[in-house]
């Protein structure tokens, strides 16, 4: 089927599998998980240094940076150093050293390529960040008005003695520590005093057009406040001070085996996310040292936890310079994603699906027919069930408006809202209360599990040969239903009327509800239950074709692998002879080219302006078009996504579709020479190029000619 594929990378026939088949894996040492996050990382600051990226996005990189880094902090690394407390945690005294060096070593490379790169070019641009040594007097005058009327209202210094403790620090804000000289109001020497910044004040402030000579100049709040501290203590003086930051593990614990109502559990620990256990402490490189070991004491913190920044300790927060910056030059070209040629607007989608499948390729493919295809289910009298799963889908969110606009409607309605999903708890909370009050069935998934598959099944009713009949429609993707990161993220979306896809589609919802045995889905591959056996098996079977001299591939693109039995069976398939290739975005701790265990592995991550999120896999045995499938999936091949969450896989069976998953998602990244990294057995990467093909820039110039 598909004879442009394999010459790629050719598939050697072997008569005999070598000497190494069926070696075991366990002499095989994977790579640390939380190194291969930060080497992630990595990938995405060299971004920052692309002379090729527009330079407001190369800030934008350093902003992506500092996002993950906190994100790995109050998550990652929370359970890291819970793993090194503990005995038997896995975890050693040396590993946690090398992986908190490794994330010294970033944050340190970052802020050299914000402050010696990426600032200097973008002051050349005329985009300049003063502080206050580097402002005139009328800008002076202008901050200190500012201050004045828009800030110092909501500061509250805090002196600390035995009737004022150390205050509740949030998770992430920005705070000052200040040392002061002289007594306070009632004689004492009481030296340290804080001050916390509210969350409501801009973190980046332009100054007016007519202060900056033709510049584009902004200020930053620190630095507005630094500029104003001894006027908060008045009478004293300001001997030492510097920003800070602490960084909180900031996953929500809630027994869910011991609650009786998840959400309002949910919403309690909402709350108390923004106090946990302290894990990093940000302040700045010239902080002096007896304030930043007060800082770790009052925290709890050891030195290592300690990060002393050349800048703004919130690096994220200058994502608000990037959008005020009146600059077109310096950012990407504007994009607008193709409507699919084969979904032609003027015909009734269910019309268009009775005629075959259609696949959606975003962000190169608008997301829009996806919202067309829910908003003609809701205003289509004949419709008469709408089932969808709802993970990330935003606090503003037309879809969802459009359920509760059908369950208005009278149509019977099932959410499954999963209100564990980090970070967007609150606001599916907040949809789950909108939709149950207009009559929804809302459903929180199972208990202990992640309901993370994306799926949208309509019911309506048909005219058939003997009369009415009902028909089912569905929406399978690999990501969320959120329009805007449609538009950033790489994913693929199915609308299908296949009648036995969407009946398995239908089985998950009632599983889903009634928690229940139902059948087994026969196409669809559903977490927990089947889809790691199915994966392993698949892998099973190119093993054996490799053993018998059969063309035997693999072909996976995944955000992450860290699954070790998946990994265990790639090793040995790739000892058998299979040829295997590994496009893994984010983390992978299975090492490539490793001798004697994984030459035939190849493993790649591409980094360009889309966030690759796309799960593609890809398997043949053999010679014959039976012999090969392709699913796509909502799942990476990681141990939560296998056991701890609801998942599902579909195999494309339309083989002019199968060809284009291939043509689209595979091919180009695997020829991919200019957001390609290639990795190396001791786990870091190399940029394939510089100048060579980029799979995203072709596939947008491709839907772009399309269009």
Same mark, same amino acid.
């Given at each position: 089927?598909?004879?442009?594929?394999?010459?790629? !990378?050719?598939?050697?026939?072997? +008569?005999?599998?070598?000497?190494?088949?069926?070696?075991?894996?366990?002499?095989?040492?994977?790579?640390?998980?939380?190194?291969?996050?930060?080497?992630?990382?990595?990938r995405v600051l060299a971004q920052a240094q692309r002379a090729d990226v527009p330079l407001l996005e190369r800030l934008r990189y350093i902003c992506i940076v500092s996002s993950n880094l906190d994100e790995f902090f109050e998550v990652r690394f929370g359970d890291y150093l819970e793993a090194a407390r503990r005995p038997g945690g896995g975890v050693s005294e040396h590993d946690l050293a090398e992986v908190a060096a490794a994330a010294h070593e970033l944050i340190d490379r970052q802020y050299a390529v914000f402050?010696?790169?990426?600032?200097?070019?973008?002051?050349?641009?005329?985009?300049?960040? !003063?502080?206050?040594?580097?402002?005139?007097?009328?800008?002076?005058?202008?901050?200190?008005?500012?201050?004045?009327?828009?800030?110092?209202?909501?500061?509250?210094?805090?002196?600390?003695?035995p009737a004022h403790p150390f205050p509740q620090v949030a998770n992430k804000s920005l705070n000052f520590i200040v040392k002061l000289g002289?007594?306070?109001?009632?004689?004492?020497?009481?030296?340290?005093?804080?001050?916390?910044?509210?969350?409501?004040?801009?973190?980046?402030?332009?100054?007016?057009?007519e202060l900056t000579d033709g510049q584009q100049a902004f200020v930053l709040l620190s630095s507005v406040i630094r500029a104003h501290l001894e006027e908060l203590f008045p009478g004293r003086s300001v001997e030492a001070f +510097?920003?800070?930051?602490?960084?909180?593990?900031?996953?929500?614990?809630?027994?869910?085996?011991?609650?009786?109502?998840?959400?309002?559990?949910?919403?309690?620990?909402?709350?108390?996310?923004?106090?946990?256990?302290?894990?990093?402490?940000e302040v700045v490189r010239t902080c002096p040292a007896d304030l930043s070991g007060f800082l770790l004491r009052q925290f709890g913190l050891p030195e290592a936890a300690l990060y002393r920044v050349d800048g703004p300790v919130n690096l994220v927060r200058l994502n608000q310079l990037i959008d005020q910056a009146d600059a077109p030059h310096l950012r990407f070209p504007a994009?607008?994603?193709?409507?699919?040629?084969?979904?032609?607007?003027?015909?009734?989608?269910?019309?268009?699906?009775?005629?075959?499948?259609?696949l959606l390729h975003h962000p190169f493919e608008s997301f829009e027919p996806v919202v067309q295809f829910l908003r003609e289910a809701v205003h289509d009298p004949d419709v008469l069930a709408i089932k969808q799963t709802i993970y990330r889908t935003g606090s503003e969110s037309v879809l969802m408006d459009l359920l509760i606009e059908a369950a208005r409607r009278g149509k019977e309605v099932m959410a499954v809202v999963e209100l564990k999903a980090r970070f967007d708890e609150e606001a599916n909370i907040n949809w789950a209360e909108r939709l149950e009050a207009v009559g929804a069935q809302v459903v929180y998934g199972i208990v202990g599990l992640k309901t993370h598959a994306k799926l949208l099944l309509v019911t309506r009713r048909e005219e058939g040969?003997?009369?009415?009949?009902?028909?089912?429609?569905?929406?399978?993707s690999t990501g969320n239903y959120n329009p805007k990161t449609a538009r950033l993220y790489t994913?693929?979306?199915?609308?299908?009327?296949?009648?036995?896809?969407?009946?398995?589609?239908?089985?998950?919802?009632?599983?889903?509800?009634?928690?229940?045995?139902?059948?087994?889905?026969?196409?669809?591959?559903?977490?927990?239950?089947?889809?790691?056996?199915?994966?392993?098996?698949?892998?099973?079977?190119?093993?054996?074709?490799?053993?018998?001299?059969?063309?035997a591939r693999i072909v996976a693109k995944i955000n992450a692998l860290t699954d070790v039995p998946l990994i265990e069976a790639l090793v040995q398939a790739a000892q058998a002879g299979a040829s295997i290739d590994l496009i893994v975005r984010g983390a992978c701790i299975l090492p490539a080219g490793?001798? &004697?265990?994984?030459?035939?592995?190849?493993?790649?991550?591409?980094? &360009?302006?889309? !966030?690759?999120?796309?799960? !593609?896999?890809?398997?043949?045995?053999?010679?014959?078009?039976?012999?090969?499938?392709?699913?796509?999936? +909502?799942?990476?091949?990681?141990?939560?996504?296998?056991?701890?969450?609801?998942?599902v896989a579909w195999p494309v069976r339309d083989a002019a579709l199968r060809q284009r998953l291939i043509d689209e998602c595979l091919m180009p990244y695997l020829l991919d020479a200019r957001d390609a990294w290639t990795q190396h057995p001791d786990g870091h990467y190399e940029r394939v190029g510089t100048d060579g093909p980029s799979a995203q820039q072709a596939l947008m110039l491709r839907y772009a000619s399309a269009s």
């Open positions: 089927m598909n004879s442009d594929f394999a010459p790629v !990378l050719p598939i050697e026939r072997v +008569s005999s599998g070598p000497a190494s088949a069926g070696m075991p894996a366990a002499g095989l040492k994977l790579l640390n998980r939380e190194r291969a996050i930060l080497e992630f990382n990595r402050n010696q790169e990426v600032m200097p070019a973008l002051k050349r641009e005329g985009i300049i960040i !003063l502080n206050h040594a580097e402002r005139n007097e009328a800008q002076r005058r202008w901050v200190d008005r500012f201050f004045q009327r828009q800030v110092r209202p909501l500061l509250v210094p805090l002196g600390l003695d002289g007594k306070d109001a009632f004689g004492r020497d009481n030296s340290i005093a804080i001050v916390k910044v509210p969350r409501v004040l801009p973190r980046v402030i332009r100054l007016p057009q +510097s920003q800070f930051r602490v960084t909180r593990d900031s996953d929500l614990a809630v027994d869910e085996e011991d609650v009786t109502n998840l959400r309002q559990a949910l919403r309690s620990s909402l709350t108390t996310r923004h106090f946990g256990q302290a894990i990093r402490l994009f607008e994603p193709a409507w699919p040629r084969d979904l032609p607007r003027q015909v009734s989608m269910f019309e268009r699906l009775k005629r075959g499948d259609v040969a003997r009369g009415p009949v009902l028909r089912r429609y569905a929406h399978l994913d693929v979306g199915c609308l299908t009327a296949d009648a036995e896809l969407t009946a398995d589609a239908d089985v998950v919802f009632q599983q889903l509800a009634s928690l229940t045995r139902v059948r087994t889905p026969r196409h669809l591959l559903m977490a927990p239950f089947s889809l790691h056996k199915q994966m392993l098996r698949h892998i099973e079977q190119v093993a054996e074709a490799a053993r018998a001299g059969a063309p490793v001798p &004697g265990h994984t030459e035939r592995i190849r493993v790649r991550s591409v980094v &360009g302006r889309f !966030l690759e999120h796309t799960r !593609l896999l890809y398997f043949r045995w053999g010679g014959s078009d039976d012999q090969e499938v392709l699913y796509l999936s +909502s799942a990476d091949w990681m141990s939560r996504n296998m056991f701890r969450r609801i998942e």
